[in-house]
């Protein structure tokens, strides 16, 4: 008898990147491959724990006799590629994507690796001109396709506009969103199965929304905040951590993150309460714990009051601020 063929049965596929011969599993990525063999590839709409939607090709590799660069996170490696991870296309590539968004969006509160590769590539943002006035609140939630604003030739077209503060919980400030569809991807399919949010218009005018651009708590989201949780840009915070960056309060070197189990349910949900001055101030799940995977419910995300609202004696230097997010309208 003739056992079908395998994963595990198959041969490894053999491939060469930057010179070097790699053995991979069959139905690895070229990503997977070039992290077995330590290479370093950019990425910023990929997570492990998301599918691949392919939307920002900063990782771009050469393939050779590929016409086009290809997305590393998601092409699958074949047997004999010859795979090119830092070639004088692959660089130029990624420095123009560096620099689109950079020149578009506020980079500032994004993962630190963002700023180590605009200085790996050389971007320079600002060779596009200064950014563009930001729009007023709504304004780019009503544009359709086709609808585009003037361009004047002087500034680069942003997508700054007012952060949307709705909710307690947390806020959106899509002046800083690449429009990785995380949160999107996270909301919906991979993970929370809500599909509170989606991309709305095209082009330039595309954007993250809620149905009908709804407030968040008029929609469907459930505030679990998984959207959060994969967000690598810092354009969906926790309300808490936004409140405290406008007091000017916030401290990630004075924080600390202790790992903990949620105390709600039976689950067993791992927490991790970033804290600061003996206040939470934030929470999160550990990526590669197998009952989260990263991800959250409103419970243990967002529930956590009951442990520091006991009338301490010694109040937080911070407690103001802390109180102030829990306020519907921002001050
Ligand atoms: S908090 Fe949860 S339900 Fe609401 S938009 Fe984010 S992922 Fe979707
Ligand atoms: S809000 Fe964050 S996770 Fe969502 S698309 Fe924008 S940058 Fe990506
Ligand atoms: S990380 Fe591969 S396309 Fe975004």
């Known amino acids: 008898m003739t056992l079908p063929e395998t994963s595990e049965t198959r041969e490894a596929v053999r491939l060469t990147i930057d010179g070097a011969p790699v053995e991979v599993r069959p139905g690895a990525t070229l990503l997977e491959a070039c992290r077995q063999m330590g290479t370093d590839v950019p990425t910023l709409c990929y997570l492990e724990t998301l599918t691949p939607v392919n939307v920002c090709r900063i990782c771009v590799v050469e393939v050779e006799r590929n016409r086009t660069l290809v997305p590393a996170c998601s092409r699958i490696a074949e047997e004999g590629m010859v795979v090119k991870t830092d070639s004088d296309r692959v660089r130029h590539s990624r420095k123009m994507i560096l620099e689109f968004l ?28 200064p950014q563009s006035e930001p729009t007023v609140a709504g304004e780019r939630d009503r544009r359709h396709p086709g609808h585009h604003g003037e361009v004047n030739g002087r500034t680069a077209e942003g997508v700054h506009q007012p952060t949307k503060v709705d909710n307690t919980l947390y806020v959106r400030d899509y002046s800083r969103c690449i429009l990785c569809y995380k949160c999107v991807e996270a909301c919906g399919i991979d993970a929370q199965g809500t599909y509170a949010i989606a991309v709305a218009g095209r082009g330039f005018d595309a954007r993250i929304s809620t149905e009908m651009d709804l407030p968040l708590g008029d929609g469907a989201c459930v505030f679990c905040g998984n959207c959060i949780g994969v967000c690598p840009t810092g354009a969906l915070m926790f309300r808490s951590e936004w409140e405290l960056r406008r007091a000017e309060l916030w401290d990630p070197d004075a924080q600390s993150v202790t790992r903990t189990v949620c105390s709600y349910c039976g689950v067993g949900c791992n927490l991790e309460l970033h804290t600061q001055d003996n206040r939470i101030v934030k929470v999160t799940s550990p990526q590669d714990h197998d009952v989260t995977s990263g991800h959250l419910c409103i419970k243990g995300r967002f529930g956590y009051d009951y442990v520091q609202n006991l009338g301490d004696v010694d109040r937080s230097s911070i407690d103001e601020v802390l109180a102030k997010a829990r306020r519907p309208a921002p001050e």
Request: charged residues 30%.
């Open 102 to 129: 950079g020149s578009s969006v506020d980079l500032s509160a994004a993962e630190d690796e963002v700023g180590e590769w605009m200085r790996q590539y050389q971007a320079e943002p600002a060779r596009y001109g």
